[in-house]
């Protein structure tokens, strides 16, 4: 950190020092005091009417949220929510400032988020997922982890998150770098098998790095995909975790077979009585030649989760969670988020590609600096091409809109970088064509049917290059 980045941070930890105190003495009754701070940190990036609307919904017991707010000063460790909240709150709420001047300066995406594959290797071997068939061979060093964040941090990223494989493989190195970056907020996707009472002791010591456990709906549904005994292993992880103070959600893929037992109020309910704070939803993705498409959830299935999600973070009748579906709140972020828009993903070969379910890439971390890859031509195709629909139900240029992957990977020259067996751009579109044809009259009609929000977002076509490109396209 810099001497101005330790002096705000040190200052910030002494009001939140005395805010928490003060909060823990009557938490129903104080919460509004730990949001006035938070917008004292963060109040020039995001709208003052968010704040209004946090302060509004805290007078209120039983709004969901409340209680979710509640739960996390009652439950988590004092470390980690103090820590947590400065790098959330802090880091990342500057951070947001800087990459979107460097939006401007540099002409280019520039990502609030980046997805870093420390490990190919994985203990377990999950139907549909491409990590399984990895092998155990491919690293990341620290140092190369260490140089991402680096880099990263210049260009205002200050949330990170490990994939794989499976991260906690790494668990020294990521504590690491935790530890080295306290003004950035750190998650771990993982199957939980290697959480342990030591590991647990040192969230609680860094207090910046959080986990997303993957947990597929009850345990015949999870053992299923994951494995015989999976659940019962992530449940006592989970048990661990909590009783410890530590930060910890679900990581859910929602496939044809699972989605709604995964959404239900039973499954829910139980993982907010142990200690869940957040659910982050996937849809399934044929990632891999191995990988089969008929675990997607069909058109009516989409339709489902898509007011599924809604009913789940009603205010008042929903569930004292954060809940997230990647797939499924294209509306919310302005369409696909990949590429570097918002965020991207290094493999563990040190690929640097567009999302994490897009395997191509023109760049490598070991030949390429980070912005150097977002000025390359895969990246600048997304940049140039986003939003890939206006109906932002249908936000990938994979799974929703398949056209665009194959014409960006052939026109960029990007390479395969799937890391058993390549898999061209056809390929995997290929098993995603049926979907999109079936989801399109049906996400237009939710689509028409539906208030949104206005995101504001500024894309490329709406900047003074963008338009003269379009005016030279039209003249021609």
């Known amino acids: 950190m810099t001497i101005k980045e330790k002096a705000q941070r040190k ?17 129903a009754k104080n919460l509004v005091k730990l949001i006035d701070k938070v917008q004292d940190f963060a109040g020039k990036i995001f709208p003052e009417k968010n704040f209004d609307k946090f302060r509004e919904g805290a007078a209120d017991p039983e709004n969901v949220y409340t209680k979710l707010a509640l739960r996390a000063i009652n439950d988590l460790d004092y470390n980690v929510f103090k820590n947590m909240t400065l790098a959330l709150g802090l880091g990342v709420a500057a951070g947001t400032k800087t990459v979107r001047e460097n939006r401007e300066k540099h002409k280019c995406n520039i990502p609030f988020i980046t997805l870093i594959d420390p490990t190919s290797a994985c203990n377990k071997k999950c139907k549909g997922c491409w990590s399984a068939e990895y092998g155990h061979t491919l690293r ?9 964040v680096e880099q990263g941090r210049e260009l205002g990223t200050h949330l990170y998150m490990f994939t794989g494989g499976e991260p906690l493989i790494c668990k020294k190195e990521i504590l690491k770098l935790c530890e080295k970056f306290p003004q950035c907020a750190f998650l771990a996707y993982t199957n939980a098998t290697l959480v342990d009472q030591a590991f647990c002791d040192e969230m609680k010591r860094v207090g910046n790095l959080a986990l997303a456990v993957s947990l597929e709906g009850d345990e015949a549904s999870n053992d299923f995909r994951r494995g015989e005994g999976s ?14 103070g530590c930060m910890f959600g679900i990581s859910v893929c929602y496939t ?17 009585d142990m200690g869940v704070m957040f659910a982050l939803y996937f849809n399934y993705m044929p990632v891999g030649k191995a990988s089969p498409a008929d675990y997607i959830p069909d058109a009516e299935q989409r339709k489902y989760m898509y007011k599924r999600v809604r009913e789940l973070r009603n205010a008042k009748k929903g569930k004292s969670l954060f809940i997230m579906d990647f797939q499924g709140d294209g509306e919310y972020v302005g369409g696909c988020i990949a590429g570097g828009r918002n965020y991207f993903h290094i493999n563990s070969a040190g690929d640097i590609e567009p999302c994490v379910f897009i395997h191509f890439s023109d760049s490598n971390i070991r030949t390429h600096t980070l912005l150097e890859a977002l000025k390359n031509p895969l990246f600048m195709s997304f940049y140039k091409n986003q939003p890939f629909n206006d109906n932002h139900m249908r936000p990938c240029p994979m799974l929703e809109n ?3 992957l194959c014409k960006m990977v052939a026109e960029t020259g990007a390479k395969s970088t799937d890391l058993v067996e390549k898999e061209t751009a056809e390929e995997l579109c290929s098993k995603c064509r049926s979907f999109a044809e079936e989801w399109a009259p049906v996400a237009k009609e939710v689509w028409e049917s539906t208030a949104h929000r206005e995101t504001k977002t500024y894309y490329y076509r709406d900047t003074p290059e963008g338009k003269a490109e379009a005016e030279k396209k039209n003249q021609n």
Do not use: R
């Open 11 to 27: 200052a910030a930890a002494a009001v939140l020092d005395q805010t928490i105190k003060y909060i823990k003495k009557d938490p």
């Open 140 to 148: 990341l060093s620290y140092e190369e982890m260490e140089s991402i």
């Open 231 to 244: 659940y019962q292993t992530t449940v006592e992880a989970m048990e661990l975790l909590k009783k410890n």
């Open 256 to 272: 044809k077979q699972n989605i709604y037992t995964v959404t239900s109020d039973e499954f829910l309910d139980k993982m907010i």
């Open 402 to 404: 398949p056209d665009y």
